[in-house]
């Protein structure tokens, strides 16, 4: 955009206060983006936006809980799936394409501005909903079970969370490295999606899924995934085969476990943290990889569960905050 010329306009979800999902919300008329990416300051690809996803780094932003706190107000958002509007010079994306898209921040928005390394063509069989869920959760679960978990074909995976976002990517992405997947879930609702994603066994959190996945997996798992923490983090370890390996994700559960170190010497086991976002921030190379790695599974399918208005954004956060989110929640933004 020249210098000095008048943005247009466009609707987006601001947090103004950090008071929580239900309040911290404003629906706005804003100006468009400048073309420039918010974070990187340098010409990113301008998405008109279709779909925004909804992910817990938003609740927590909600809060003023996560480690990224831009000045008040700002848009939250952190991926979208849309159609290209413009993009810089050489890069791999062009007016007109469907993409998926991270734009860290600014996604709950008409347009969104994305740098051109975090922006990949949306596959035909995938609907724009589709696309708002193909990065955050995908890429991290690709990052967390492979590049940081070591997972090896043939090798068994226990996915806790199963049924939410990071959950239902991690199973597909197990699946396509050729693993046994099994996920935990709380309810039975959580289990029929942890099942269409493509686990071969659900277990419950509430019942004996650290002796019953012992059992299935012939004395222990290989790798768990664990985006949830808390208290369960003990039998996470308990449930491990020699050489097994917990990757730590997320504490959707509200409590950050300790560790006995003894434990990991008795069967020689590993606790590994997976931080994806800070990871590839900085290297751009490792983000194109693991997404071409990602694109080229084919048994990526993001499960799309509730879809709201971008007026209801508040009330999607809170599904995410009250454990009620199957797959990605999505805020379908226009048609
Ligand atoms: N490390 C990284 O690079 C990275 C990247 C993306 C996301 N994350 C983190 O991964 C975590 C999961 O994100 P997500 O998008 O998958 O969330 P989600 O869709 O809401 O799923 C989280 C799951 O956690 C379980 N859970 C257990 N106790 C819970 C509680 N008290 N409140 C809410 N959920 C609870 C729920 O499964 P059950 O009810 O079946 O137990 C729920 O399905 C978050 O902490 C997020 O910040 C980390």
Redesign the pocket.
Known sequence: MPPGSIRDRMRAQQITELTGPSSALQLGDVPEPDGKHLMTGREGVVVDVRAAGV???EV?QTRGEYQVKPDLPFVPGSEVGGVVRSAPEGAGVHPGDRVAAFCMLGGFAEVAVAPEFMTFKLPDELDFAQGAGLI??YH?AY??LKLRGRLEQGETVLV????????TAAIQVAKGLGATVYG????DE?ERVAREAGADEVLR?DGPWKDEAKERSGGGVDVVLD??G?DRFTDSLRSLGEGGRVVV??????SIPEVRVNRLLLNNTEVIG????AYVLGKPEVYVEIGNAVLALDTIRPVVGARFPLEKAGEALEL????G?L???VLEVSS
């Open positions: 992910s817990f780094p927590l955050l959760n991290t990052f967390a806790h969370g199963a049924a939410g976002g990071v959950g935990v879930v709380s309810s959580k959190a985006p949830v808390g994700v997320g504490f959707t559960g509200g997976a931080g994806w976002g995410l905050d009250t454990r989110a797959g990605k929640v």
